[in-house]
């Protein structure tokens, strides 16, 4: 099926805990989809902004990160805010959920917060350095994946905030990371070739989480790739979106 209703494009998808599809959108909304009929069953106002990335919460709750440089936690039952989340300087391209107390959130303005999501506080910053947080990712062992505009991914330690390695290879942004089952950590990155969204070079690195080396490489042309941004599902340059199958 195709779920049509934003106006604009559609940045970032999240699964509820109940089976309803969320989707966040440049223009500054959040839609809740049954994704039995396809039906748009709530629309979230809010953001000031563009909504650049989504994430279901244990509880049922959803965060959004936003280019109002916000954060907002959302009850999906109703529709209203819980809380909002004010501390980066800049946009909030990413957000991951380290357990059900504690939220990390990634931006343009180069650093990493994580969040108290009872309290509202932030317990937390660290400086990513070497540029823009595009990407963030929980690892099995607790850890935080972090990748960067510069083609950089970071491992911190969520306890004390400091940084335990750095992996190299992606001669551009990295714009998805994943866990695998066995804990490996796969990165995604894509060249633009032009603003309709076609890739002209796309690389899919495979990394071991406790060896830090790559062991495997993916490519595929820009025919295959077209279009996606995300490890998981599709980037798609219109106002509405469609589910592909995972890549």
Known sequence: MTLSGHSDMVFSIAVLKNGDLASGSKDY???????????????????????????????????????DKTIKIWNTKSGSVKMTLTGH?????????????????????????IWNLESGF?????????????????????????????????????????????????????RSLAVLNNGDLARGKINYGCSGISSSHSTVKLFSDSKNNLHDLIQANSDELEGRESIAFAYINVCGFKVFAQF
């Open 122 to 174: 932030e317990i937390m910053t660290m400086n990513g350095q070497s540029g823009i947080i595009e990407t963030l990712v929980i690892l099995n062992n607790g850890d935080l994946a972090s990748g960067f505009q510069d083609g950089n991914i970071k491992i911190w330690n969520t306890n004390d905030g400091s940084l335990k390695m750095t992996l190299s290879g992606h001669l551009n942004a990295v």
């Open 89 to 113: 300087l800049d946009r909030v391209f990413s957000l991951a959920l380290l357990n059900s107390t504690f939220l990390a959130s990634g931006s343009f303005d180069t650093t990493i917060k």
């Open 29 to 67: 909304t959040i839609k809740i989809w049954n994704t039995q009929n396809g039906s748009a069953k709530m629309t979230l106002t809010g953001h000031s902004h563009d909504i650049r990335t989504i994430l279901a919460l244990n509880n049922g709750d959803l965060a959004s990160g936003s280019s």
